[in-house]
Nanobody
Framework: VQLQASGGGLVQPGGSLRLSCAASGSIFSINRMGWYRQAPGKQRDLVATISTGGRTNYVDSVKGRFTISRDNAKNTMYLQMISLKPEDTAVYYC??????????????WGQGTLVTVSS
């Protein structure tokens, strides 16, 4: 099982980006999914999570600006980010709790995608 994150880049303050995270491999089911971010010199922090049924949770600093969603048919999760601020600059990682066809449950991480908000 692998998670592949994409969509990062350089954007001006106030701009928008959409991150994607695609899961592939021997996947029976994907449970909770989430986005985390790690700014330079800081720890990795939770940004948002989404349950299998679509229930979402956000850290206060991104509420109203970021929207997490998922397409269960495509095993893909998204993070739509608007009104980006310089303090949103970080490497964004996707995370998922996945049950394989072999019945094994594991916690997986994507490789990270860099978001830079700067003029």
């Amino acid at each position: 099982v692998q998670l592949q994150a994409s969509g990062g880049g350089l954007v001006q303050p106030g701009g928008s980006l959409r991150l994607s995270c695609a899961a592939s491999g021997s996947i029976f089911s994907i449970n909770r999914m989430g986005w985390y971010r790690q700014a330079p010199g800081k720890q990795r922090d939770l940004v948002a999570t989404i349950s299998t049924g679509g229930r979402t949770n956000y850290v206060d600093s991104v509420k109203g600006r970021f929207t997490i969603s998922r397409d269960n048919a495509k095993n893909t999760m998204y993070l739509q980010m608007i009104s980006l601020k310089p303090e949103d600059t970080a490497v964004y990682y996707c995370n998922a709790d996945i049950t394989s066809y072999g019945g094994t449950w594991s916690d997986y991480w994507g490789q990270g995608t860099l978001v830079t908000v700067s003029s």
